[in-house]
């Protein structure tokens, strides 16, 4: 029986496409050469979601992740976060691709015994350890840890460099913030559930009441077969053909560092029409000075104005989508720049090496609409603002009600879920199946959508919910309605449901 197709406007226009930036497809681990060099400062997923604890629908969550593919056992400097820069999450609320709010996050490293670290007395000597720890760390003892790292929270009202400043505090407390030490492992912390949680804060944010704050390691939540992926897709990229196996997860024994701040709706949405544009940023001062003399403190002599190293809203833009020439290039740009990679998006190559690869059809919709849509614009009725600038951030229509951990679908949008993925993104999101197939033209066939819409006349699971959102037709893209998957699952049930949302990180050892 031929699907009912009903047509729905969703205002895209072709004079919109030729000023349209590069879409986003996986996640972003060492995405670019210049990158790689300064690992502390690389962002590997940004997640933003209505909060779905129970208790807390009043809530957006932002979680920023740094520093990929982190070895449990990476010792004895493990992974922290580095102190000359600068780490900032930006909320556009009115549509014009600039920030209006950002969280701004900046560390600073202590040794312990004022700055000489913990030491033994060898002989007649008193000897520095080379060590973090000296003994056993728990909730209520960190005593024989060797070194602090702690924190401050900005908010940062209009431009990132030159707005108003206010700090963001402890509930009640103080400004200045800890982040637990890596997982060493279960010697050193025999419970790391209790003696991270600790350091979940209750804040106070600045003329808008409280939220919560964790920095931290925690297991990296992102799934993906990425050793194939990028050995010419060394799969057969199909359901059917690859066995969804956790297995194929080439990230499942990594963690990952977590900037994660949960704030009231009512703090972010400004005057706009509740959709915001979100997007994670670091810095690094402009001029650097190697030290010949290096000491804890200093290795380096930094100065001059902060300039951008990374960037990241919607998963995996640099990997697969922007062209090795311009990596660098994207990660030092903002959203209002975005025209300059137009083509990239437009025009992407990904399909075309999926159809040389594998047979399949590319599709012929040249300039994507579809794309443009679901990752630049974002889709009327659901998440695009009042104010349309085509732009590479990640787009959350907060009017939209959390789904329950054990409700959500992996497929988000697309699988009739309107809380997940790309209105925002949630840990449990599958958007490396999701991109797949958007990308070779999902939504340029009927999508189940129309009860969820507004359609009139639409009810689910009937075929009247299938509807064509308009954007390319089924002629475009003759392989868009094949399954395709990279067979590393991912879903709700893999993280918790609560705040920070992602799981405890591996341990670096476990004891005997």
């Known amino acids: 029986m031929t699907p009912v197709k009903r047509q729905i406007g969703l205002g895209v226009l072709a004079s919109l496409l030729a000023a349209t930036a590069p879409a986003a497809w996986a996640s972003s681990h060492r995405e670019a050469p210049g990158i790689t060099k300064t690992p502390k400062v690389d962002a590997t997923d940004f997640y933003m979601f209505k909060s779905y604890e129970a208790g807390r629908g009043d809530y957006v969550t932002f979680i920023a992740n740094y520093q990929p593919v982190q070895a449990p056992y990476g010792g004895p400097n493990y992974f922290t976060m580095d102190a000359d820069a600068i780490y900032e999450i930006h909320i556009d609320n009115d549509g014009d691709a600039i920030e209006d709010i950002t969280y701004q996050f900046d560390f600073a490293n202590t040794l312990s015994n004022d700055g000489k670290g913990i030491t033994l007395q060898i002989g007649d000597e008193t000897v520095a350890i080379p060590l973090r720890q000296a003994g056993a760390i728990s909730a209520g003892d960190s005593s024989l840890l060797n070194e602090t790292e702690t924190y401050t929270l900005t908010q940062i009202d209009g431009d990132r460099r030159s707005g108003t400043r206010a700090p963001i505090t402890q509930n009640g407390g103080g400004a200045t913030f800890v982040k637990p030490v890596d997982n060493i492992g279960t010697k050193t912390l025999a419970n790391y559930d209790a003696y991270a949680n600790q350091y979940i804060y209750p804040i106070a944010i600045p003329n808008c009441g409280t939220g919560r704050v964790f920095v931290g390691q925690r297991k990296d939540a992102f799934a993906v077969n990425l050793g194939p992926i990028f050995d010419l897709v060394n799969f057969v990229p199909l359901?059917?053909?690859?066995?969804?196996?956790?297995?194929?997860?080439?990230?499942?024994?990594?963690?990952?560092?977590?900037?994660?701040?949960?704030?009231?709706?009512?703090?972010?949405?400004?005057?706009?029409?509740?959709?915001?544009?979100?997007?994670?940023?670091?810095?690094?001062?402009?001029?650097?000075?190697?030290?010949?003399?290096?000491?804890?403190?200093?290795?380096?002599?930094?100065?001059?104005?902060?300039?951008?190293?990374?960037?990241?809203?919607?998963?995996?833009?640099?990997?697969?989508?922007?062209?090795?020439?311009?990596?660098?290039?994207?990660?030092?740009?903002?959203?209002?720049?975005?025209?300059?990679?137009?083509?990239?998006?437009?025009?992407?190559?990904?399909?075309?090496?999926?159809?040389?690869?594998?047979?399949?059809?590319?599709?012929?919709?040249?300039?994507?609409?579809?794309?443009?849509?679901?990752?630049?614009?974002?889709?009327?009725?659901?998440?695009?603002?009042?104010?349309?600038?085509?732009?590479?951030?990640?787009?959350?229509?907060?009017?939209?009600?959390?789904?329950?951990?054990?409700?959500?679908?992996?497929?988000?949008?697309?699988?009739?879920?309107?809380?997940?993925?790309?209105?925002?993104?949630?840990?449990?999101?599958?958007?490396?199946?999701?991109?797949?197939?958007?990308?070779?033209?999902?939504?340029?066939?009927?999508?189940?959508?129309?009860?969820?819409?507004?359609?009139?006349?639409?009810?689910?699971?009937?075929?009247?919910?299938?509807?064509?959102?308009?954007?390319?037709?089924?002629?475009?893209?003759?392989s868009g309605d094949l399954p395709y998957t990279d067979g590393a699952p991912v879903s709700a049930a893999s993280v918790p449901a609560v705040f920070p949302y992602l799981a405890s990180p591996l341990p670096g050892a476990t004891s005997n």
């Open 239 to 478: 359901e059917g053909s690859i066995d969804q196996d956790p297995a194929n997860d080439d990230l499942a024994d990594a963690n990952v560092t977590s900037l994660a701040i949960e704030v009231p709706v009512e703090c972010v949405i400004g005057n706009g029409n509740g959709v915001i544009g979100a997007w994670t940023t670091a810095s690094l001062p402009q001029a650097q000075l190697e030290d010949p003399l290096p000491s804890y403190e200093h290795t380096s002599v930094y100065g001059g104005a902060y300039v951008q190293q990374s960037r990241l809203s919607n998963p995996l833009v640099n990997e697969v989508v922007i062209g090795l020439p311009d990596k660098d290039l994207f990660n030092a740009a903002e959203p209002t720049q975005d025209s300059a990679l137009a083509t990239y998006v437009t025009n992407p190559t990904l399909p075309a090496l999926l159809e040389v690869l594998f047979g399949v059809s590319a599709p012929t919709n040249l300039p994507r609409t579809d794309l443009v849509t679901a990752f630049l614009t974002g889709f009327p009725g659901l998440n695009q603002q009042a104010t349309v600038t085509a732009s590479e951030m990640m787009r959350l229509n907060t009017a939209v009600a959390a789904t329950p951990a054990a409700s959500q679908s992996n497929f988000g949008v697309v699988g009739e879920d309107l809380a997940g993925f790309p209105n925002g993104r949630r840990p449990g999101d599958d958007v490396v199946d999701i991109a797949l197939r958007v990308v070779m033209g999902a939504l340029c066939h009927p999508v189940p959508l129309g009860a969820e819409l507004g359609v009139e006349g639409a009810e689910e699971d009937t075929e009247s919910d299938l509807i064509n959102l308009g954007l390319c037709s089924e002629e475009d893209a003759p």
